[in-house]
T-cell receptor, first 111, second 111 residues
Framework: RKEVEQDPGPFNVPEGATVAFNCTYSNSASQSFFWYRQDCRKEPKLLMSVYSSGNEDGRFTAQLNRASQYISLLIRDSKLSDSATYLCVVTTGGGADGLTFGKGTHLIIQP | EADIYQTPRYLVIGTGKKITLECSQTMGHDKMYWYQQDPGMELHLIHYSYGVNSTEKGDLSSESTVSRIRTEHFPLTLESARPSHTSQYLC??????????FGQGTRLTVV
């Protein structure tokens, strides 16, 4: 079983719609959680951290469910510019294997 | 903007040549990483470092080597480049269990 699993998509979503995707993690000792965004042929960039209480940044909402071991990302009023690959990142304790990337979910916003 | 830099951004080189990809960060981060990523594919960790004089191999076997003589500098070397090494190489750094910051990447083509 992969440590961090994401549905690779692609998710084809009309502009203005709301889209959500999840990421599951296998290590119950995981400590920190993040969503990154990666545009085609670019480096990944931090989109937002995910806190236990959930957090919102404009049209983006991230939530953590420790009991079921998943994090989610919700995008409201999607824009064409939201088209990208969204990477789930989980950290555990110590070592580079404490920084685990999912394979990413590919999102395409269609006009 | 993250203060982590990679040079060169693009490199086309002949088979058998020795190459060094440079990565520097000015954030004082102890942890640094090298990832390899083919177009449309997931990130693969090939090397990481906890700090000066610390280097470890990642999940993906690589013929490259790394060194960490200074905190801010984490170069990657290929002694004899081959076409199979053609890929994008991404360097990242982090401070403990927080988010990682990526350089813009080096796109390597071996002909």
């Amino acid at each position: 079983r992969k440590e961090v699993e994401q549905d690779p998509g692609p998710f084809n979503v009309p502009e203005g719609a709301t889209v959500a995707f999840n990421c599951t993690y296998s290590n119950s000792a995981s400590q920190s959680f993040f969503w990154y965004r990666q545009d085609c042929r670019k480096e990944p960039k931090l989109l937002m951290s995910v806190y236990s209480s959930g957090n919102e940044d404009g049209r983006f909402t991230a939530q953590l469910n420790r009991a079921s071991q998943y994090i989610s990302l919700l995008i409201r009023d999607s824009k064409l510019s939201d088209s990208a690959t969204y990477l789930c990142v989980v950290t555990t304790g110590g070592g580079a294997d404490g920084l685990t990337f999912g394979k990413g979910t590919h999102l395409i916003i269609q006009p | 903007e993250a203060d982590i830099y990679q040079t060169p951004r693009y490199l086309v080189i002949g088979t058998g040549k020795k190459i060094t990809l440079e990565c520097s960060q000015t954030m004082g981060h102890d942890k640094m990483y090298w990832y390899q990523q083919d177009p449309g594919m997931e990130l693969h960790l090939i090397h990481y470092s906890y700090g000066v004089n610390s280097t470890e191999k990642g999940d993906l076997s690589s013929e490259s080597t790394v060194s960490r003589i200074r905190t801010e500098h984490f170069p990657l070397t290929l002694e004899s480049a081959r076409p199979s090494h053609t890929s994008q190489y991404l360097c990242a750094s982090s401070a403990g269990q927080v988010e990682a910051f990526f350089g813009q990447g080096t796109r390597l083509t071996v002909v």
